[in-house]
């Protein structure tokens, strides 16, 4: 069965340090892969999405960097947060063929960044 | 940018009540889903509406898009304290390979 798994669960970091937040998914290859942000519970801001290895989309300009370096990893990293970064921080992956006619985006359980 | 507004933020109601929540557009989608949040976890998918004018029922859920594929609403009948959470609308983005997401109404059923 497919499954996601996203570290670390919570993170407390001072405003200018770096910022590594890793993502893998489980029984399924070549997925389409995301990185959302929400502030407390409210919508869901996407940040990037890859479609396949190396491949990035920025949806909002800021000081977060996503990679892709192997099929199923994607990370989210920054080399100084800044207080405005702090959200919950949600990796996901569309299941099926990767239409959204068919498929849904699977949620991993989310990494909640509290940056003082 | 493709926007998805939420209406009401905030619904706080009592158990046995209905409810109606609205997510509208200025855009066309080929597809808008209804994910559901609990505190501290991921969305969770509770449809997809695809074609306009469909109505799709989940037991006291009840999901329609707009005959114009702009709009869509939940009703719940019945209201339960187990259907407390955030509810989101989502819309897929004209490149086909993101979903954008309203802000979402937030539920809270009172026993």
């Known amino acids: 069965s497919q499954t996601i798994h996203q570290w670390p669960a919570t993170l407390v970091q001072p405003v200018g340090s770096p910022l590594s937040l890793e993502c893998t998914v489980e029984?399924?290859?070549?997925?389409?892969l995301y990185w959302y942000r929400q502030a407390a519970g409210r919508g869901l801001q996407l940040l990037f999405y890859?479609?396949?290895?190396?491949?990035i989309s920025s949806e909002v300009p800021q000081n977060l960097s996503a990679s892709r370096p192997q099929d199923r990893q994607f990370i989210l990293s920054s080399k100084k947060l800044l207080l405005s970064d702090s959200g919950f921080y949600l990796c996901a992956w569309i299941t099926g063929s990767g239409s959204f006619l068919t498929g849904e985006l699977f949620f991993g359980e989310g990494s909640r960044l509290t940056v003082l | 940018t493709q926007l998805l507004e939420q209406s009401p933020q905030f619904l706080s109601i009592q158990e046995g009540e209905n409810l109606t929540v609205y997510c509208n557009s200025s855009?066309?989608?080929?597809?808008l889903q209804w994910y559901r949040q609990e505190p501290g976890e991921g969305p969770v998918l509770l449809v997809t509406?695809?074609?306009?004018?469909e109505v799709k029922k989940l037991k006291r859920l009840t999901f329609q898009f707009g005959d114009a594929r702009k709009d869509s609403s939940l009703h719940i009948t019945a209201a339960q304290p187990g259907d407390t959470g955030l509810y989101l609308c989502?819309?897929?983005?004209?490149?086909?390979?993101?979903?954008?997401f309203g802000k979402g109404t937030s539920l809270l059923v009172t026993p």
């Open positions: 989502a819309g897929e983005q004209r490149s086909g390979y993101a979903l954008n």
């Open positions: 509406v695809v074609t306009g004018g």
């Open positions: 855009s066309v989608f080929s597809s």
């Open positions: 890859s479609v396949g290895i190396g491949q």
């Open positions: 029984g399924t290859s070549n997925p389409n």
